[in-house]
């Protein structure tokens, strides 16, 4: 590809007080221009610079999140497919709109930002893409006060959360040891994880920005192609880094202080060295560039000077007041505009080793086959392609097999058996067709008679499903095609519990045990409680007891007047005094604890009736003729006994997850694309209200007067179904 200048952008906020007559846009949008008054308070002699002119790759002036994503990250996310490492970084003051840039507004779907957008890409890509094996992976990377954290940490499996992170050279490139990187299969996958990192952003209210970004975050996508049209093992490798910087800002317009100001100077200083080394690379005579001075430089250092495609988007105000911030950031990107890198293809082959190694590991297994068959008297089994002879021969069983005329079918090998399978599949693709160009109704309707494949698939059931996972779904709806009247309710629930309702099944189990755990401790401390009530009231009749004898006998008092008492009644009326204080621990504990086994007999309840009204439209769905049927079936009618609703035979073909796609693509007919985005942001949305209504739970069990148990600050372990 040959060197590359950095593509540089400039994005400009909306507001309704944009400041026309100080910023002018050039006719081609892809300069712009500054002007400030002079001050004529400095005098008629000032030499002071009042105009500018930027000149930049393009600027985004009310333009919608899709069109900012189109201009700026489709190319780089093309690239990437095929394997040219990319980085965009959004850079500019605070309150700017790089987290929108970036990541965009959860509650739309059209305004996601440039993230979600390129993960859509990646996998729409590997998606329609014939040659590759491809396999992607996500990070995402926090930097905080000059400190590292892994942002996904909390769904980290592999232990590497608990290692010691640290920016690392090596000869592939730079790497942060001990980030955590997740496989992802799915654009839900990987949504999920951008918003579980999302929520563990350091966030603070800041004058310009309620919700302002304190951290640089570098979300990163990895991507691996594998071809099989290679024989020679090639492998592609690329990745895209998409970095939200926290804003730039000066102290003395903003007035932070305490933690605000300590976060503010470790961020302006991270970006001044940033900007240093934007200074360097632009300076053809620097031999050395210093990329160690910060951990935010020495991150981008292959983004910044090495094998990438690199895109910077300058978010700006278009506000009079934020003329300043706007000049620096403008400043900042036509610098980075003279940047130049040289992305080069990353992949990897050894076309001899490769050879080599697959013609070591077929000896090895034909040696194997052979000894395997030699031990059962099959030494005239060959493993050789099948021939058309063959392939008509088992078409032919097969054929057989189904109309009753063979009881089994002759297989000696794997490529038989893939054979068998593929001839299975083309006979129920045919039936397929057959039924849905009968269809007239809204129950079209089909023959169990007419199936004559099912009694046969059933066999087939008993010789090939063991052992084989991989069984085409089609041929799974047939073997579990309803051929008898229908289980009672109590076996078809303990079927519903292990099969499609098994989440809820968890759930309401984990909370039962909960509640269960609960209600144990509460009998326990409950007990206690009245042990300690009880020993509260006799110490308190013994020193009354003991007060009457006193008084009777007489009295001591010292020289101060004070009532003497001897060492007996003293432990007594400490032993009193500490009783009294379990007791109001102990009391305080079950408060709370009564307050949670109200709510978690809530959730059992919520968890038990979704599984009962689950289980109710499963039952009626798998195994109920709907009503506006049985007037067809009473005699006369235009429905047979034996007959079977085509739609019944459909749903068998459909999991839960493409009902989910199928009602999206109803509901939302402009935009099928969207249900990964919103399934993800469903789990987001889930995972808040959970947090929320722990913490509102905890608040109102802190009441006035009361002391909190040791050790019930912890959340609640509580489990919700929706």
Known sequence: MGARFVHTFVRVKPTADFAQEMIKFGPDNKSIDIYIKKDARKGVVNNRQTDWSFRLDGVLHNTSQELAYETVAKKLVSEALIGYNGTIMCYGQTGAGKTYTMT??????????????????????????????????????????????????????????????AVVDCPQGVYVKGLSVHAVSHEEDALNLLFEGETNRVITEHTLN???????????????????????????????????????????????????????????????????IIVALADPKRDHIPFRQSKLTHV????????????????????????????????????????????????????????????????????????HNSLINRSLVTYDPLTNVQIAEIKSQVHKYLTGDIDEIDIVNIRQVQEVFKQFKLVVSQQEHEVESKLRSKYALIDKNDFVTIAALQKVKATFISG?????????????????????????????????????????????????????????????????????????????????????????????????????????????????????????????????????????DQCRNKLISEFEIWYSESFLIPKDMQEALKPGGNIRPGMIPINRVMCLEEDEQERFERMQETTLPACPASVS????????????????????????????????????NKPLSFLHVV
């Not at 300043?324 to 400043?331: A, D, G, I, Y």
């Not at 985005?677 to 009361?706: C, E, N, V, W």
Request: proline share 2%; net charge positive; with cysteine.
């Open 677 to 712: 985005f919103y399934k993800a942001k469903m789990k987001m949305d889930q995972k808040h209200t959970y947090t929320r209504t722990m913490s509102s739970l905890q608040q109102m069990r802190k009441k006035p007067g009361i002391v909190t148990a040791a050790g019930k």
């Open 468 to 604: 084989r996972p991989d069984l085409p779904t089609s041929v799974c709806v047939f073997l579990a095609f309803p051929c008898s009247s229908p289980p009672s309710k109590l076996v078809a629930f303990e079927q519903f519990k292990e099969e499609g309702g098994s989440e809820i099944n968890r759930i309401f189990k984990e909370n039962k045990s909960i509640l269960l755990a609960r209600k144990r401790r509460s009998s326990a401390v409950a007990q206690r409680v009245n042990f300690i009530k009880r020993e509260i009231e006799s110490i308190r009749k013994t020193l009354e007891a003991q007060k009457q004898e006193r008084w009777q006998q007489g009295e001591y008092v010292d020289d101060k007047g004070q009532i003497i008492i001897d060492e007996e009644e003293f432990l007594l009326i400490m032993k009193l005094k500490d009783l009294k204080e379990e007791y109001r621990s102990g009391y305080a504990e079950l408060q709370d604890l009564k307050a949670e086994i109200q709510y978690c007999q809530h959730l059992v």
């Open 104 to 165: 965009g507004a959860t509650a739309e779907y059209k305004h996601r930002g440039i993230i979600p957008r390129a993960i859509q890409q990646v996998f729409k890509a590997a998606a329609h893409s014939v040659d590759p094996f491809l396999t992607v992976r996500i990070s995402y990377l926090e930097i905080y006060n000059e400190t590292l954290f892994d942002l996904l940490a909390t769904v980290a499996s592999n232990g590497t959360s608990d290692m010691q992170m």
């Open 210 to 276: 309620k919700n302002s970004s304190r951290s640089h975050c570098i979300f990163t996508i990895y991507i691996e192609s594998r071809f099989r049209v290679f024989s020679d093992g090639k492998c592609v490798n690329s990745k895209i880094n998409l970095i939200d910087l926290a804003g730039s800002e000066r102290l003395s317009k903003t007035g932070s202080e305490g933690q605000v100001l300590k976060e503010a100077t470790y961020i302006n200083k991270s970006l001044s060295f940033l900007e240093q």
């Open 300 to 371: 981008l250092k292959d983004s910044l000077g090495g094998n990438c495609n690199t895109v910077l988007v300058a978010n700006i105000c278009g506000e009079a007041v934020h003329v300043e911030e706007t000049l620096s950031s403008l400043r900042f990107a036509t610098r980075m505009k003279w940047i130049t890198t040289e992305p080069v293809i990353n992949e990897t082959y050894d076309r001899e080793g490769t050879v080599k190694a697959l013609e070591k590991e077929i000896l090895l297994l034909k040696q194997e086959l052979a000894r």
